[in-house]
């Protein structure tokens, strides 16, 4: 073990953010911290890394051992070039290096004794200088830096130009090249494009050391992550597996705690009836054994109702028109910027229902395609044309279709006038924006809610052909998987861009690869086009592999047809005994409303005889009294049998 966090609490304003977590990480292991924005994962990383105290629990680092962190926002302020900041990280080796290479000038020089002591300390140093890899650590370095999307043009480029994104690569690459014994990353695929994020991925399942990662990148945390730490309402829970493991063990136990609670509430509802009947029968022995199941009912733990998938983040997306079969048509588009030419002769088009990705490294002109498409730049050549009865909604990956000085209820109210109060407020509700939320100005919003306010008029648009630009930025998982079901009952057309593989593979249809300025045409998801992608560049070894798991369901399908002939016996079988319950629990139920039925009749028939024994007529014939009295008693014995049947059929039907 390198890691331990044991009993960590920590709240904020009375807050708890987090409460009595417990989970480690073993040497070497790649685990995962996920949770819904605000959970508390980026504030566990701040009190594994020392920056804040908890109130609690302890945090200890196995003895000798190093760790590295990566913010969300790293402060980078340097006069450096981004390779002399990447080297900083190296310097001990470069002055090795130097330190040897004076060595073996001095070595001219020296003789006897002197030159054989010399020899000892240069041998010392070079094989110091080998383990270090000193020999390769230039060629390391500029693996990383163009692992990273940084072309060797940049190298030169200072840390101050750079932007924000571009100094996080900066900070990760300083990291990658320390190689602590774990690394710490916060969301660190948030600034890289696929070809990156694919590179970080094979770096980070080969590292030697241990990683603990934040992120919201679903296939980046099914690639590496084999454990998964849940931030859930204060509650830290570990899963082993990467996250589909995670989400499918995550609904097992959902649907469990559900079940569990129901079944519960149905007892306690059970429990309850039978104690309102006991007390009805109004005898000593039913009323004592009432009050002892009132006991026993006391010292039941009632269970919480398990939270609903943030079921209170609602999309639904619904054209108002359907549109003509050919939505859109982009002939020989050609764009450029200051004499750079991004694409030229560009042409694909989209029928109705489709939806297409536009995938490809960052600058190669996706969110350019878009603007052009929505007359918000020009293009220099080409033609675009929109079908008949297509409407359009568009959402901006930085938001320039919100107004900035307007609040969240101004923005929908102004954008749609025909909405009345109560309207507005439940389409805000709708996403997560409730009572005085709704006045806060959008400059002061966070990006995960301008993407929700964002998402909230794209629903009210109706529109029935939707051009997203990178629609999970600064969505949570949830959220992203809330966005998922909704686009995939869209009945409308879909354009979008995105570098979210695992939202890729849920909504695409058909991909358009960007690249070299030009688009290649893919029919299927995000695994689809990576298989072809990998066929066309050969890369035979992931071919293989996934040529093997195409063999493994192969094989599993002709084992389940091996095997159809026994799971029919035990179906038959299971069948007949499902049969034999129902049967069973039918006589139950039968036999439990008849006794009902004869406690009615006998109760009523007591009630008569205490009429009769009442009235004038017979209050003074000692003969019908003594029959009466000789009835009730005997109604009374069968009562008392029947009250014992009924409470024993009840158990029965409700165990």
């Not at 900083?88 to 020089?109: F, N």
């Not at 940084?150 to 690459?173: C, H, M, W």
């Not at 859109?328 to 004499?339: G, M, R």
């Not at 049969?579 to 006794?595: G, H, I, M, S, Y």
Request: charged fraction near 25%.
């Amino acid at each position: 073990m390198i890691l331990s966090c044991q009993n960590i609490t920590k709240s904020f304003d009375g807050k708890t953010i987090v409460s009595d977590a417990n989970f480690h990480i073993e040497d070497q292991e790649k685990a995962a911290i996920v949770g819904i924005n605000g959970a508390g994962k980026t504030t566990l990383l701040n009190i594994i890394m020392g920056k804040l105290s908890p109130d609690s629990g302890t945090v200890a680092l196995s003895k000798g051992k190093t760790i590295g962190y990566l913010e969300q926002h790293p402060v980078l302020n340097s006069d450096h070039t981004i390779y002399d900041e990447l080297m900083s990280v190296k310097s001990y080796l470069v002055a090795m290096e130097q330190q040897i290479r004076d060595m073996e000038h001095e070595m001219k020089h020296k003789s006897g004794a002197m030159l054989e002591q010399l020899m000892e300390q240069y041998s010392r140093l070079t094989t110091q200088f080998e383990m270090e890899n000193g020999y390769s650590y230039k060629s390391e370095l500029t693996g990383v830096l163009k692992g990273l999307g940084f072309d060797e043009a940049e190298y030169d480029k200072p840390i101050n130009t750079l932007s924000g994104g571009q100094k996080t690569r900066v900070a990760l690459g300083k990291l990658l090249l320390l190689s602590p014994d774990i690394i710490l990353l916060d969301e660190p695929t948030n600034h890289l494009d696929m070809n990156a994020i694919r590179w970080l991925e094979n770096y980070l399942i080969n590292y030697k050391g241990a990683v603990l990662i934040v992120s919201h990148d679903r296939y980046f945390l099914n690639r590496i992550a084999q454990k998964i730490i849940e931030v859930d309402a204060g509650k830290v829970m570990t899963f082993t597996g990467n996250y589909s493991d995670y989400a499918e063990k995550k609904q097992q136990l959902r649907i469990s705690r559900m079940n569990a609670y129901l079944n519960q509430q149905r007892e306690l509802k059970h429990q309850q009836e039978v104690i309102d009947k006991l007390k009805s029968f109004n005898r000593e022995k039913s009323i004592k054994r009432a009050e002892s199941r009132e006991k026993m009912l006391s010292k039941v733990e009632i269970l919480e109702k398990p939270s609903e998938t943030r079921s209170d983040m609602r999309i639904t997306l619904a054209p108002k028109i359907t549109s003509g079969n050919d939505v859109l048509f982009v002939e020989n588009l050609t764009k450029s910027f200051d004499s750079e030419i991004l694409f030229t002769d560009l042409s694909f088009s989209c029928k109705r229902g489709e939806h297409v990705a536009i995938i490809g490294d960052n600058g190669t002109g996706k969110t350019t395609i878009l603007k052009i498409i929505n007359g918000l730049l020009p293009a220099e050549q080409g033609e675009i044309k929109i079908g008949t009865n297509v409407h359009i909604g568009y959402y901006d990956q930085e938001h320039h279709v919100l107004h900035m000085n307007k609040t969240i209820y101004d923005e929908i109210a102004d954008s749609y006038p025909n909405l009345t109060i109560t309207e507005i407020r439940n389409v805000l509700a709708a996403f997560l924006f409730t009572e005085d939320d709704v006045f806060k100005l959008i400059s002061e919003c966070s990006g995960g809610e301008r993407g929700r306010i964002s998402l909230a008029k794209l629903m009210l648009s109706e529109a029935n052909f939707l051009i997203l630009d990178e629609p999970t930025n600064h969505l949570d998982i949830i959220s992203k998987e809330i966005l998922e079901n909704a686009l995939n009952n869209y009945e409308g057309t879909i354009l979008y861009v995105s570098h979210d593989r695992y939202f890729i593979n849920q909504t695409a249809h058909r991909i358009l690869e960007l690249e070299n300025g030009k688009l290649t045409n893919y029919l299927g998801n995000y695994d689809y086009y990576l298989e072809k992608k990998l066929q066309l560049t050969g890369e035979t070894a992931q071919q293989a592999t996934l040529a093997g798991n195409h063999y493994a369901v192969t094989a599993s399908k002709a084992s389940q047809n091996d095997s159809s002939s026994d799971l029919l016996s035990e179906g038959k079988a299971d069948w007949k005994a499902q049969k034999e319950q129902q049967a069973k629990q039918r006589k139950l139920e039968n036999d439990f409303k008849k006794t009902e039925a004869e406690i009615e009749a006998l109760e009523t028939r007591q009630t008569e005889i205490d009429a009769e024994m009442a009235s004038p007529d017979i209050c003074t014939n000692v003969a019908k009294l003594t029959e009466l009295s000789r009835e009730k008693e005997t109604l009374e014995a069968k009562l008392s049998s029947l009250y014992e049947t009924w409470e024993l059929l009840s158990e029965q039907i409700h165990p």
